[in-house]
């Protein structure tokens, strides 16, 4: 006789019920997660009515209500009101002992345990914003008090939202953060930039965005897809003397490798200013 038991979820609590939220909700129910083991605090009423209707999910007030007897805790709040969330929960974390998984840039461990004592694992994550899409790839760092069961959990939840890489140190997270975190932006601005410039050649704007638009997708499926490095797959574009060699020279003219170090660096900066409070 067939085992027909129903496979049994942990239930899980998001503190936040922003969009990276949403994003990682929706990527759990498509995963077989049932709505009913999902808890969301939200404290504004739109928005928390929102999420029940469009999910199915339990949507509470206050954090506290959300996090009762859940092993897994989801930190989704904007940065500057990470204190005022963390603190009341630090009682149950004591009792509950959970996982708690946090999404909030420029928050460092110690501060996170200093706000929820000693009761919690602790795992900082930086999703990117194409989570929204579940094409998302998430920095994770696990603090030593997390197990084998603990990195599994993570692991599970976040590839809802896309890849992972695991981060073992965790000073480099603010490297993650300028990587990928930001990254997306970096590719809308040369996105801006690219049809700006195929206008300015006298391209009408809407056959601009398309080309441009496409050619980035294209570009992202190679480099994802033929296990090719982007050397290699620049080096095959670019005929000697051609016309891509001469936008080639022309960025590297103008110090497009140096800049694009800057700009990294410059943001790995900030967020360990961030970090630092």
């Not at 603190?87 to 706000?115: F, K, N, T, Y």
């Not at 050649?201 to 965005?209: I, R, S, Y």
Request: net charge negative; with cysteine.
């Amino acid at each position: 006789m067939s085992d027909t038991t129903a496979p049994r979820f942990d239930p899980i609590a998001f503190i936040g019920g922003g969009n990276m939220a949403r994003s990682l909700i929706a990527g759990l129910l498509r995963q077989g997660v049932p709505a009913n083991t999902i808890h969301v605090a939200e404290p504004v009423d739109a928005l928390r009515e929102q999420l029940a209707i469009d999910f199915g999910v339990h949507g509470h007030v206050t954090a506290v209500e959300a996090a009762q007897d859940c092993r897994t805790w989801v930190l989704a709040v904007k940065p500057q009101v990470m204190a005022s969330v963390c603190e009341p929960l630090q009682p149950l974390a004591r009792i509950l002992q959970p996982l708690v998984v946090s999404i909030a840039a420029g928050i460092g461990s110690d501060r996170l345990r200093q706000w929820l004592g000693e009761g919690a694992a602790l795992v900082r994550a930086m999703p990117n914003t194409p989570a929204l899409l579940g094409a998302g790839v998430t920095g994770l760092y696990a603090g030593p008090d997390v197990d084998a069961d603990g990195r599994s959990r993570t692991q599970a939840l976040l590839a809802s939202a896309g890849q992972t890489v695991w981060i073992e140190d965790e000073s480099l997270m603010d490297a993650v953060t300028a990587v990928s975190g930001s990254g997306p932006a970096y590719v809308f601005l040369l996105a801006e930039a690219m049809q700006a410039a195929a206008v300015a050649q006298g391209l009408p704007p809407d056959a601009a965005t398309t080309l441009v638009t496409q050619t980035l997708l294209g570009a992202s499926r190679m480099l994802t897809e033929s296990g090719e490095p982007a050397s290699e797959l620049r080096r095959r574009v670019t005929s000697p003397n051609g016309t891509t060699h001469a936008a080639i020279e022309t960025f590297q003219a103008g110090g497009f490798e140096a800049l694009v170090a800057q700009a990294i660096d410059a943001a790995t900066r900030r967020g360990r200013e961030l970090s630092a409070g």
